[in-house]
Nanobody, 125 residues
Framework: QVQLVESGGGLVQAGGSLRLACTAS????????VSWFRQAPGKEREFVAGIRWSTGSTSYVEPVKGRFTISRDNAKNTMYLQMDSLKPEDTAVYYC??????????????????WGQGTQVTVSS
């Protein structure tokens, strides 16, 4: 089993920044991908960014490219999402998710096996 715990959410004004963290514990896997999803009220959960732990290769959804940066710290077993130039439409609950795969970084919720509890990000206009 893998446990994922998110932190770092909060309230910020438009144009501001936040950094989310996702710390993993439990079993370790080769070929693990860890990603961020978000779910706004009344909307489906959507992929935001993902990173392959072993190589550091990344994938982003188009609306966050150039504003969000995903990274990982092997020593701390922690993944980060640096969010800059935040917009009100970034408001959502952000979830950390993980899956073991050798293929491209998955972007569908159903493809992930492990989930964190979520952290709220609110961007005021």
């Amino acid at each position: 089993q893998v446990q994922l715990v998110e932190s770092g959410g909060g309230l910020v004004q438009a144009g501001g920044s936040l950094r989310l963290a996702c710390t993993a514990s439990g079993r370790t896997f080769k070929n693990v991908v860890v990603s961020w999803f978000r779910q706004a009220p009344g909307k489906e959960r959507e992929f935001v960014a993902g990173i392959r732990w072993s190589t550091g290769s990344t994938s982003y959804v188009e609306p966050v490219k150039g504003r969000f940066t995903i990274s990982r710290d092997n020593a701390k077993n922690t993944m980060y999402l640096q969010m800059d130039s935040l917009k009100p439409e970034d408001t959502a609950v952000y979830y950390c998710a993980a899956v073991v795969t050798i293929w491209n970084i998955p972007s569908y919720e159903r493809q992930y096996d492990y989930w964190g509890q979520g952290t709220q990000v609110t961007v005021s206009s």
